[in-house]
């Protein structure tokens, strides 16, 4: 998912978001939410899908709805679990749902094949962290909100777009769209996030770091990457 997301939501929550969780990250989707926890966290969900989707725990739909079950279950904990809870629950989500090697070199655009293998690595690493930074910053609330998975769709180039919403009682719904390839072992993973539904985050964070790569060079990109992430931990209470 990133930088500055739903204004709705945010106007209403008065959170500020880094991801375009569109306005901001890359998924980074941030979505702010509200500041109702138990002082206990809730058992930790399973990561099992109810429904038709759990026939198959690796079609498109599953993959999304145990990526929404992390991310709720860690809204409603996020007082006990604080930003490095968060963080460390969902790097391995982030790592299991996400192509990350597929988006963190689309990230880059053309520049990537001009990285050498130690830089590339160290690159996929960061932009792993820099994904659950931003989750473990923007969801850091729950205020009654849910997800709701709206259906599949066929899209170009063999990929699925996922369909679905965040319900915001009192306020807009946020329209969160998934899209979905199978990577070398035949997995779904998903490799854009469509905020409001038409906007790419991966389109958006390119932008930004296929930039600096060109003109400053891999150092400044790193340098870029880690001011992020710390002003993530920061908006997150970290």
């Known amino acids: 998912m ?3 997301m739903c204004p709705s939501v945010l106007m209403h929550h008065r959170l500020i978001m880094l991801v375009p969780l569109s306005c901001a990250l890359f998924l980074g989707l941030g979505i702010g939410m509200g500041f109702a926890q138990a002082t206990e966290a809730e058992p930790r969900p399973a990561s099992v899908v109810e429904g038709p989707a759990a026939q198959d725990a690796d079609s498109p739909t599953a993959v999304v709805a145990n990526l929404q079950q992390g991310l709720l279950w860690i ?3 996020a007082k006990t679990l ?3 809870g968060r963080y460390d ?3 391995p989500i982030v790592q299991r749902d996400f192509d990350v090697s597929f988006m963190g070199s689309k990230s880059v655009g053309r520049h990537w094949k001009g990285l050498d293998a130690e830089q590339q690595s160290q690159w996929l690493g960061q932009f792993a962290g820099y994904l659950t930074s931003n989750y473990a910053a923007q969801f850091k609330g729950w205020d009654g909100e849910s997800f709701e998975l709206l259906g599949e769709e066929p899209a170009p180039r063999d990929t699925q777009v996922v369909l679905t919403r965040l319900v915001v009682p009192g306020d ?3 329209i969160l769209n998934y899209r979905l390839r199978k990577n070398s072992a035949g997995q779904w ?3 854009d996030i469509y905020l409001k539904g038409t906007v790419s985050e991966l389109a958006l964070r ?3 770091f296929s930039s600096i790569l060109k003109n400053k060079g891999f150092g400044a990109l790193v340098v870029a990457m880690n001011k992020k992430v710390d002003e993530l931990r920061r908006e997150g209470g970290g």
Do not use: P
């Open 82 to 84: 604080g930003f490095q």
């Open 172 to 174: 807009d719904d946020v």
């Open 189 to 191: 993973r998903i490799i």
């Open 206 to 208: 390119r932008s930004d």
């Open 89 to 91: 629950y969902l790097l």
């Open 2 to 4: 990133f930088e500055r």
């Open 75 to 77: 809204m409603k904990n």
